[in-house]
């Protein structure tokens, strides 16, 4: 009750909330990718996006700080560099578009996002080199804009170095270095626009410690469970939840 009354959400939100945030970090420990698009797929079932895309960008800015310094050795900075200069030029129209876009809008387009990268990355695309600076400059821009918009880099970014021939350390710490910088930059312009709010932070605040107790699970369990696993899993999930989020603006 104390909970509903001071932040807004009923219990079972709550109990979604802390379940989803645990288990997407676990999967952010191991593979550095997943945890906005699981939280953002599963809370914007029952929350407007736009009160939802600012709390999880802080929870995913927190996980980034606790994942990337152990991960910077194995980050693949010729090929970073582009994407974040791509990046620097989408974020800001994607945080245009979250202030105005309507709450099924929203809905709507998370879930077509997510599933188009879930069916991506389950017909395993291979490239047989890494791209050039000019494709690597425009995946950042469309990752920064989604970034902004529905605050999920990941399906840009994730399905572009999943595709490289890069190894499995280099594209978890690609990949987690920069949604770090991502969501600094992204949080910044929304911290200017007013997006956040009190209760933004206060939420946040409640669902860290499931964020540092997942990431110490998932990195432990890198060494010990199968990487591929956990992929298909995570992507299963992430199916689901995008038909949910589909789902429930078709039926409204």
């Given at each position: 009750m104390l909970a509903e009354v001071l932040f807004g959400w009923s219990p079972a939100i709550w109990a979604?909330?802390?379940?989803?945030?645990?288990?997407?970090?676990?999967?952010?420990?191991?593979?550095?990718?997943?945890?906005?698009?699981?939280?953002?797929?599963?809370?914007?079932?029952?929350?407007?996006?736009?009160?939802?895309?600012?709390?999880?960008?802080?929870?995913?800015?927190?996980?980034?700080?606790?994942l990337v310094p152990s991960l910077r050795h194995d980050i693949n900075r010729p090929l970073l560099t582009p994407l974040v200069i791509g990046a620097l030029l989408g974020v800001p129209l994607g945080v245009a578009v979250l202030t105005h876009l309507p709450v099924d809008a929203m809905r709507l387009t998370i879930g077509v996002a997510v599933l188009v990268a879930v069916v991506t990355l389950a017909n395993g695309v291979r490239a047989p080199?890494?791209?050039?600076?000019?494709?690597?400059?425009?995946?950042?821009?469309?990752?920064?804009?989604?970034?902004?918009?529905?605050?999920?880099?990941?399906?840009?970014?994730?399905?572009?170095?999943?595709?490289?021939?890069?190894?499995?350390?280099?594209?978890?710490?690609?990949?987690?270095?920069?949604?770090?910088?991502?969501?600094?930059?992204?949080?910044?312009?929304?911290?200017?626009?007013?997006?956040?709010?009190?209760?933004v932070l206060l939420r946040a605040a409640v669902l860290a410690p499931a964020v540092v107790l997942g990431i110490f699970i998932g990195q432990r369990a890198f060494q010990r469970i199968d990487p591929e696993m956990v992929r298909h899993v995570a992507l299963v999930v992430l199916a689901l939840l995008a038909v949910g989020a589909i789902a429930r603006v078709l039926v409204s």
């Open positions: 979604l909330a802390a379940l989803a945030t645990l288990a997407a970090a676990v999967v952010r420990g191991l593979t550095g990718f997943g945890f906005a698009m699981i939280v953002i797929a599963a809370l914007v079932l029952f929350e407007a996006p736009v009160a939802v895309i600012p709390m999880v960008l802080l929870l995913d800015l927190a996980a980034s700080v606790h080199r890494l791209p050039g600076r000019g494709l690597s400059a425009t995946v950042g821009a469309m990752a920064g804009f989604l970034s902004g918009s529905i605050g999920m880099p990941g399906p840009a970014v994730i399905v572009f170095f999943l595709a490289s021939p890069l190894s499995v350390a280099a594209v978890r710490a690609s990949i987690a270095a920069f949604i770090f910088m991502t969501d600094v930059l992204t949080l910044a312009l929304m911290l200017w626009s007013g997006l956040i709010t009190e209760i």
